[in-house]
Antibody, heavy 120, light 110 residues
Framework: QVTLKESGPVLVKPTETLTLTCAVS??????????VSWIRQPPGKALEWLAQ???????SYSTSLKSRLTISKDTSKSQVVLTMTNMDPVDTATYYC????????????WGQGTMVIVSS | QSALTQPASVSGSPGQSITISCTGT?????????VSWFQQYPGKAPKLMIY???YRPSGVSHRFSGSKSGNTASLTISGLQAEDEADYYC??????????FGTGTKVTVL
C-alpha cells in the first residue's frame, strides 16, 4: 500500500524558514518514473503546486515561489523535504505531498496534509 | 503562471449529468494532454479522478469522464449522486515544466 505522510511545525513566525517532511512508503523514491510534489491550499482557497522532485533527482519549482523553495530527497530514509524561506501570513495553508507517477502523468496518491499557520 | 479557470459552482439533480469546464492557454491545457481532475471533500486530501485528459484510475466510477477541446478541458459526471457533492479541481502540465491547478468548482447535488 502506497502512503505519504507530511510532518512539520504547525506554527511558524513571519520571516522564519519552514521545513516540511514527506515520509513515503509502499514505493521507492528511486523508482524510475516516480516523483513527489508539494502542493498547498490556503483555507477556503484553491490548490497551488509548489515543487517536484523526480527519482533521477530532477527538480522543478513554481515560477512565482522559486526563489523561496528548495526540495530534496533522502532515498535511504524514504523522505522528501521542502523548505520555504521568509514565511509570511499569506503562506498559511494546508501543505500536501503527492506522488507523481509517469504511468498516470498525475498526482495519484496524496498525503493527508499538514496545516501550517504563519503568525507572530 | 495563472490558475486555470473553472466555474465557481455547478449544480444538478440526482441522475442528471453535469459538466465542469477548465480553461487554460496554449501554454498548458492547449499544449499537452496532461490534464488531471481531482475530487476533494471538505477537510480531506484531493483524489485523482481523471488523468491524461480522459483516463480513469482503477476504482474510479465510469460515471466520471474527461475530454478536451483546444484550451478547455471538461469533466462530466453522469448519473449524479449525492456522494458526488464535493469540490473539483483540474490541473495541467505547463510549457515551463511546472504544474498549474484550476480555481476549483463546488458541485452541489440538489
Amino acid at each position: 500500500q502506497v502512503t505519504l505522510k507530511e510532518s512539520g511545525p504547525v506554527l511558524v513566525k513571519p520571516t522564519e524558514t519552514l521545513t516540511l517532511t514527506c515520509a513515503v512508503s509502499g514505493f521507492s523514491l528511486s523508482n524510475v518514473g516516480m516523483g513527489v510534489s508539494w502542493i498547498r491550499q490556503p483555507p477556503g482557497k484553491a490548490l497551488e503546486w509548489l515543487a517536484q522532485i523526480f527519482s533521477n533527482d530532477e527538480r522543478s519549482y513554481s515560477t512565482s515561489l522559486k526563489s523561496r523553495l528548495t526540495i530534496s530527497k533522502d532515498t535511504s530514509k524514504s523522505q522528501v523535504v521542502l523548505t520555504m524561506t521568509n514565511m509570511d501570513p499569506v503562506d498559511t495553508a494546508t501543505y500536501y505531498c503527492a506522488r507523481y507517477a509517469v504511468a498516470t502523468d498525475g498526482f495519484d496518491i496524496w498525503g493527508q496534509g499538514t496545516m501550517v499557520i504563519v503568525s507572530s | 503562471q495563472s490558475a486555470l479557470t473553472q466555474p465557481a459552482s455547478v449544480s444538478g439533480s440526482p441522475g442528471q449529468s453535469i459538466t465542469i469546464s477548465c480553461t487554460g492557454t496554449s501554454s498548458d491545457v492547449g499544449r499537452y494532454d496532461y490534464v488531471s481532475w481531482f475530487q476533494q471533500y471538505p477537510g480531506k486530501a484531493p483524489k485523482l479522478m481523471i488523468y491524461d485528459v480522459a483516463y480513469r484510475p482503477s476504482g474510479v466510477s465510469h460515471r466520471f469522464s474527461g475530454s478536451k477541446s483546444g484550451n478547455t478541458a471538461s469533466l462530466t459526471i453522469s448519473g449524479l449522486q449525492a456522494e458526488d457533492e464535493a469540490d473539483y479541481y483540474c490541473s495541467s502540465y505547463t510549457r515551463s515544466s511546472t504544474y498549474v491547478f484550476g480555481t476549483g468548482t463546488k458541485v452541489t447535488v440538489l
